[in-house]
C-alpha cells in the first residue's frame, strides 16, 4: 500500500512540474582514446514551476549517467547550478559528464524530460509529450578523435505571421569536418518521431534548410503561436576512400510567431572569401530597416568567433529615419578577422550575419530578423624558394619548409615546359588545366626535398610546382613555377620524316644533333654513331646504319611500308675504344595519320611519340584527288582534326605536318617539321541521330493517345532527320522488340483514337537520311525518354438478360470492359446460394453467364440474382483490388 501512495504522489508530483522544455541539444568533445565529454543543453520556461537540476543521458552502449547543472549560481535545490535565466521567459540549462567507451563503434547519445512546454502548435497536447532528443558519435579505427559540431547560435527565435522566417545555428566544427545540415521531425519518448512536425494541417508552407550553409527558411508563417523543428547536423571527415560519416547532432528548437506589422531587416550579401594565412580579412558589411522606424542591430557568429584567434566581435546599430522619402536607415562597418595558420582547412569557415530590428518606436513588436551565411577559407601560403638542380639523369627538388607548421606534407606537380600560372585567391594547389601532373609527395613539415628521375627526356624543359598539405586534406596556394633540363649528353632525334609513302618503297628521313655537353676527357673522340629501328611503336630495335664521324647525322630509311605502319628510332652514340655505347638518344617515331570516314567529313588522328614538344599540326588535303597536288586547309594545336563540308561516297587524301621544338634550350634547332604518310579515306554518314525528346498526352474517354517529340536543337545533333518510329512495350520492365509498331513517320506527333487500351511504355527514335548515300546504311538513333501510361479502366454490367434462344441478349456479361486484368465473379440466388463462379477475365469478357446452373448445368428459373465482382485494372505495376456488385434480372 505504501508503494502504491507513493507512485500516486510521484505521478502527481511529476505531472504538477513537468511542462517547461522549449528546445535542446547534445554535443560531445574528445578527450582523447575512447573517453568523451558530453554536454546537455536545454532552454526551458522560467515561469513554469518545473526545473531541472540533473538529467540522466543514455550513452549508447547500454549505459547512463546522471548528470548535474553545471551553469549557473547554486541553490539550496540545486547545489551544483541552477541554471541562467534569459530574456522572454527563458532558461538556460547546461548539464555536464564523462565516459570512456568500451570500444570504436556507433553510439546514440540521448536523453528524455517530461514534458514539452504548453501550447506548441504543431504537436499537439504538447504538455503531456516528453521531450527527446539525440546525437550519434561514430568512433571509427584511423579517423581519430571527434568533436561534435559547436552551435553558437540560441535555438530559440521569433518570427511574424505572413513573413519569410530566417534562422541559422552557427554550426561550427573544430574538428574541420564537413557539416551537412537536414530538417527532421521531432521526437518524443523513447525516439519515436513526431509526424505532426511539418504536418501542413499544422505547419502551412514550407520550411526548407540550406544543406550547406545551415540557413533555415520557412516562407512563410501562417498561422500564430509556436512551433518546434529540429535540425540534423551532420558531420562527414574525408578519408583515402571517400567522406565518412562520423556523427551528428540533432537540435530540437522553438519559433514563437506573432501576428505584426514588422518586416525584418534585410542584409547586402557579401563573400564568399578566400585569404592566405597570415592576412587580415575585412569585409565591409551593411544592413537597413525597410520599414524606417526600427534600430537595427547588425551582429556575426559562427565558426570564427570559436576558434583560437578569434574574428573581432561585430556589435552595430542604425539609428530610425522615420521619414520614408529619406535615405534607408542603414547599418554600415567592417567585420576583422586576423587569419592565422591553426585557421587553415579543407572546409570553409561560416560566418552568419545576423541583423535584428531591436525596437520599433511605434507600435513595439517582437523583433524581427534577416540572416546571411557566407564562407572564408583560409588557405596555407605557397611554398617559398624552390630550386631545380639538374644532374646528368635525374632532377632535384629543393624549397623551404612552408611557414604554417600545422602542414604536414608536400605534393610535387610536373609538366613540359612553363604556363605561367598564377592563382586566384580561391585557387588552391594545381588544377588540373594546368597540364601539371603531380608525381611525388614527401611526409612531414621538414620534408623539403624530391628527386625526379621519372621517364626524363634530352633536350626538354621540365617545369615544377609545389603544394604544402594539412592533415584534413587542405592545400596551400601552388609554389611558383621553377624548372630545369637535363645536361645536352646524349643525341637529340630531331626528324624522323616521312618522304614516301609506299607499301614497299617508302623512305623516311631521319635525322639528329650530337651530344652539346660530352666530357672529351672522360670519352675521347674520334666518335661514331649507330641508328636502331622498328617498325610500329613498339618492337625490340634493329641496327639499321652505323655512321663513322661526329657530323654523321643523317639517314634516309628506305624499302620501308609507310603506308601501314609508323617506324620508331633510337640513336646510339660511341667513343673511340669504348665497345658500348656511351650515350643512347631518346626514341623517335614517325608521324602515322589515320583518316577514319564521317557523316560529310574525314576524322584525322595521328599517333607519334617524339621526345620533343610539337606545337601544332598542320593539315594538307590532295586537290584535286590524284592530282598530287595538296593544299594546307588547316592546323590543330593538338594530334586530331576534323575536315567537314566533304561529299559522301567521294575519295579525299591527306598528310600532316607537325612542327615542334626541344624546351631545354632556345640555341636548340627549330622549328623541327615532320611529315605523316599520306592516307585516304571515304566519307560515309555512320553518325547516329540524336534520341528526340518525346511528350504524350491522352483522353480515356475516347481511348486518345497523343505523342508528340522534338529533335534537340543542338550542333553536336545531326541536322538529316528525316523520320521517326515509335516503340512499344507492355510494362516498364519489358525490353523494347526489334520493330516499331509505327515506322517513318515525317511529322513530329502522332495522334491514335480508339484503340482499345493505351496502357504500357512508349519511345520513339530518329532516322537519317544516309540510305541515300552511295553504299549508305540508315542510321537510328537510342530510344528517346520512355513514356509510360496508366490505365484507363471502365467496367459496366447490364441489369437484366434473357437466355431464352432467340439469339438476342443470350448471355450475363459486360457491356463494357476495357483495361481490366484480372476479374473474379460470383453471382448468386436469392437464398444466397452460388450458381456461378469465373476468374478467367477473358473467358468471361468474351462468354459471360448463359444463366445455367454452374453444377447441375440446368437452366435457372427467373428472378433477381446478385453478383459480386473483383477485380484489378490494367497496370504497369502493382495495383490495389477492386470491387463492384449489383443485381441482375434473368428473364426467359
Known amino acids: ?510 635525322r639528329w644533333i650530337a651530344p652539346r655537353e660530352i666530357d672529351s676527357a672522360l670519352y675521347p673522340p674520334p666518335y661514331s654513331y649507330r641508328l636502331l629501328g622498328h617498325a610500329g611503336p613498339t618492337g625490340t630495335f634493329a641496327p639499321l646504319a652505323t655512321l663513322p664521324t661526329y657530323s654523321d647525322t643523317f639517314f634516309v630509311h628506305q624499302n620501308l611500308n609507310t603506308l601501314d605502319s609508323l617506324y620508331t628510332y633510337k640513336v646510339e652514340f660511341y667513343s673511340m675504344g669504348i665497345p658500348e655505347p656511351v650515350a643512347v638518344s631518346d626514341s623517335a617515331s614517325s608521324l602515322y595519320l589515320t583518316a577514319l570516314p564521317s557523316d560529310g567529313s574525314a576524322v584525322l588522328r595521328v599517333n607519334n611519340a617524339v621526345p620533343w614538344l610539337n606545337e601544332r599540326f598542320v593539315v594538307f588535303r590532295e586537290n584535286p584527288t590524284g592530282s598530287g597536288v595538296f593544299d594546307s586547309i588547316g592546323q590543330s594545336a593538338g594530334p586530331l582534326y576534323v575536315d567537314t563540308g566533304l561529299v559522301n561516297g567521294d575519295e579525299y587524301c591527306y598528310f600532316i605536318k607537325s612542327v615542334g621544338r626541344y624546351t631545354a634550350s632556345d640555341s636548340l634547332p627549330k622549328p623541327l617539321i615532320n611529315r605523316s604518310q599520306i592516307d585516304c579515306v571515304v566519307p560515309i554518314d555512320t553518325t547516329r541521330p540524336c534520341p528526340p525528346v518525346l511528350s504524350a498526352d491522352f483522353i480515356c474517354e475516347r481511348d486518345s493517345l497523343a505523342l508528340s517529340w522534338l529533335y534537340p536543337d543542338d550542333s553536336l545533333c545531326s541536322p538529316d532527320v528525316i523520320a521517326y518510329n515509335v516503340y512499344y512495350k507492355p510494362t516498364a520492365a519489358d525490353a523494347f522488340g526489334p520493330d516499331p509498331i509505327f515506322s517513318g513517320i515525317t511529322d513530329l506527333s502522332l495522334e491514335q483514337v480508339g484503340l482499345g487500351s493505351i496502357v504500357g511504355c512508349y519511345a520513339v527514335t530518329a532516322i537519317d537520311d544516309a540510305a541515300g548515300d552511295p553504299g549508305g546504311q540508315t542510321n537510328e538513333s537510342d530510344f528517346s525518354n520512355i513514356i509510360c501510361i496508366g490505365a484507363c479502366p471502365v467496367l459496366r454490367f447490364p441489369n437484366v438478360f434473357t437466355p431464352n434462344g432467340d439469339a438476342f441478349n443470350e448471355r450475363f456479361l459486360p457491356i463494357e470492359a476495357k483495361d481490366i486484368g484480372f476479374l473474379s465473379i460470383d453471382i448468386f440466388n436469392r437464398w444466397g446460394v452460388m450458381v456461378f463462379s469465373d476468374s478467367n477475365v477473358d473467358l468471361f469478357i468474351e462468354n459471360g453467364w448463359d444463366g445455367n446452373d454452374m453444377i447441375t448445368g440446368q437452366p435457372l428459373a427467373e428472378g433477381v440474382y446478385f453478383y459480386t465482382v473483383r477485380y484489378k485494372p490494367k497496370a504497369l505495376t502493382e495495383v490495389k483490388e477492386e470491387s463492384l456488385q449489383g443485381f441482375v434480372h434473368l428473364k426467359r
Open 1 to 510: 500500500m505504501k508503494k502504491s501512495i507513493f507512485l500516486v504522489l510521484f505521478l502527481t508530483c511529476f505531472g504538477a512540474e513537468a511542462t517547461h522544455n522549449r528546445a535542446g541539444e547534445i554535443t560531445y568533445r574528445w578527450l582523447g582514446g575512447l573517453s568523451y565529454e558530453v554536454t546537455i543543453t536545454t532552454y526551458a520556461k522560467r515561469s513554469v514551476t518545473a526545473d531541472r537540476c540533473e538529467l540522466t543521458l543514455h550513452w549508447g552502449d547500454n549505459t547512463t549517467s546522471v548528470l548535474l547543472r553545471s551553469n549557473g549560481t547554486g541553490s539550496p535545490g540545486c547545489p551544483s547550478g541552477a541554471g541562467q535565466p534569459l530574456p522572454n521567459d527563458i532558461r538556460l540549462n547546461i548539464y555536464k559528464g564523462t565516459h570512456t567507451y568500451p570500444s570504436a563503434g556507433t553510439y546514440i547519445l540521448f536523453f528524455q524530460d517530461p514534458n514539452r512546454n504548453q501550447g506548441v502548435n504543431n504537436i499537439p497536447n504538447s504538455v503531456n509529450v516528453p521531450f527527446y532528443v539525440q546525437s550519434e558519435l561514430f568512433i571509427g579505427p584511423g579517423l581519430g578523435g571527434n568533436t561534435s559540431p559547436i552551435l553558437t547560435n540560441p535555438p530559440i527565435d521569433n518570427g511574424c505571421l505572413n513573413r519569410t522566417f530566417e534562422h541559422n545555428p552557427g554550426a561550427y566544427d573544430p574538428d574541420g569536418d564537413s557539416l551537412v545540415y537536414t530538417m527532421v521531425p521531432c521526437r518524443t519518448a523513447d525516439g519515436v518521431e513526431l509526424t505532426t512536425t511539418y504536418d501542413p494541417a499544422f505547419v502551412t508552407d514550407s520550411i526548407k534548410i540550406d544543406p550547406v550553409t545551415g540557413d533555415l527558411y520557412w516562407d512563410v508563417p501562417r498561422n500564430i503561436g509556436q512551433f518546434n523543428m529540429a535540425i540534423r547536423i551532420e558531420e562527414f571527415r574525408q578519408t583515402a576512400s571517400g567522406p565518412v560519416r562520423v556523427g551528428y547532432v540533432v537540435r530540437d528548437m522553438q519559433v514563437d510567431i506573432n501576428n505584426c506589422r514588422n518586416n525584418p531587416p534585410i542584409i547586402d550579401p557579401v563573400g564568399p572569401f578566400c585569404v592566405e594565412a597570415g592576412e587580415l580579412l575585412s569585409v565591409p558589411v551593411s544592413a537597413f530597416d525597410p520599414d524606417y522606424d526600427s534600430t537595427v542591430t547588425l551582429t556575426a557568429y559562427g565558426g570564427p568567433y570559436e576558434v583560437a584567434n578569434p574574428a573581432t566581435a561585430l556589435n552595430l546599430i542604425s539609428t530610425p529615419t522615420f521619414l520614408r522619402d529619406s535615405i534607408l536607415p542603414r547599418v554600415n562597418g567592417t567585420l576583422t578577422w586576423q587569419t592565422a595558420c591553426n585557421h587553415v582547412r579543407k572546409e570553409p569557415h561560416y560566418i552568419t550575419l545576423e541583423a535584428r530590428d531591436e525596437q520599433r518606436s511605434r507600435d513595439p513588436e517582437d523583433p524581427l530578423v534577416d540572416v546571411y551565411t557566407f564562407a572564408v577559407t583560409v588557405v596555407g601560403p605557397s611554398p617559398k624558394n624552390p630550386l631545380a638542380t639538374a644532374t646528368p639523369n635525374t632532377i632535384d627538388l629543393s624549397w623551404d619548409a612552408s611557414t604554417c607548421t600545422e602542414a604536414n606534407g608536400y605534393k610535387i606537380y610536373r609538366r613540359v615546359d612553363t604556363i605561367g600560372f598564377v592563382p586566384d585567391t580561391c585557387e588552391t594547389g594545381v588544377p588540373g588545366y594546368t597540364g601539371y601532373i603531380q608525381i611525388g609527395t614527401t611526409q612531414g613539415l621538414n620534408s623539403t626535398s624530391f628527386i625526379d628521375s621519372t621517364d626524363l627526356l634530352n633536350g626538354v624543359r621540365y617545369c615544377y610546382m609545389v603544394v604544402a598539405c594539412y592533415p584534413d586534406g587542405a592545400e596551400s596556394y601552388a609554389s611558383v613555377e621553377f624548372c630545369a633540363s637535363l645536361p645536352l649528353v646524349k643525341p637529340l632525334i630531331t626528324n624522323a620524316d616521312v618522304r614516301s609513302t609506299d607499301p614497299v618503297n617508302g623512305e623516311i628521313e631521319v
